[in-house]
């Protein structure tokens, strides 16, 4: 069965400070991992996609399938990063199987 | 384009109402799917459609109905509403032809409803 797991509920960092996102997979075989962001009383948004390999809004994501993780990272967080952060797993493309989100406060 | 539409924005029903969540997409997306947001929850998949025609369950389809008729639309019915069923409902879609299965999904602005 596939499984995302996020295990932080809600992360708060200082504005400037490295944040981390963690995001643990179980897939049997090459899944597609998602990043997706949700702003406050906004649509969810793609933030990032595995494939891809690209950086948004400072963030990057590396897929480790040894350590079965596809955490999310910024060096310098800011305050307009505040948001809903899901981690999401694809094998077939037509849904998306989320982790239970973390939620993401940047303070000043 | 307007992307992925949903009406209403918001819903407040009695227990035993049915009533029908719209969703429609102008981008010629084959692919449709329904998801509820509950807090500590995260997504779960209700129902999803891979093309006109065709639907299928996901995660939690109970007490929920749907329906492809076109390609542009996917329509989620609610039976028999009940306090559990109260959240927020989001319709996805994705896939064209061209960019192919396994890119963006692309969310609608949501339907929050509460069950009385």
């Known amino acids: 069965a596939q499984r995302v797991t996020q295990p932080e509920k809600l992360l708060s960092v200082f504005k400037g400070a490295p944040v981390e996102l963690k995001c643990n997979y179980s897939?049997?075989?090459?899944?597609?991992l998602f990043w997706y962001v949700q702003y406050s009383r906004q649509r969810l948004q793609l933030l990032l996609r595995?494939?891809s390999r690209e950086s948004i809004k400072g963030f990057t994501a590396d897929l480790n399938k040894g350590e079965t993780s596809f955490h999310l990272k910024k060096p310098f967080a800011q305050e307009e990063d505040s948001a809903m952060y899901y981690c999401a797993l694809s094998n077939s493309g037509y849904a998306l199987n989320f982790g239970k989100g973390t939620s993401l406060l940047v303070t000043p | 384009n307007a992307g992925v539409t949903q009406t209403p924005k918001f819903q407040v029903l009695k227990t035993g109402q049915s009533m029908t969540l719209q969703c429609a997409q102008d981008?010629?997306?084959?692919?449709m799917s329904w998801y509820r947001q509950d807090p500590g929850m995260g997504l779960r998949l209700i129902h999803y459609?891979?093309?006109?025609?065709?639907?299928d369950q996901g995660e939690v389809p109970n007490g929920y109905n749907v329906s492809r008729s076109t390609t542009e639309d996917f329509p989620l019915r609610l039976l028999s509403a009940a306090p559990s069923q109260t959240s927020v409902y989001f319709c996805?879609?994705?896939?064209?032809?061209?960019?192919?299965?396994?890119?963006?999904?692309?969310f609608g602005p949501g339907t929050r409803l509460t069950v009385l």
């Open positions: 595995h494939i």
């Open positions: 897939y049997s075989g090459s899944p597609e």
């Open positions: 981008m010629n997306h084959e692919y």
């Open positions: 996805a879609s994705s896939y064209d032809r061209q960019s192919g299965p396994y890119n963006e999904q692309f």
């Open positions: 459609s891979v093309g006109a025609g065709i639907t």
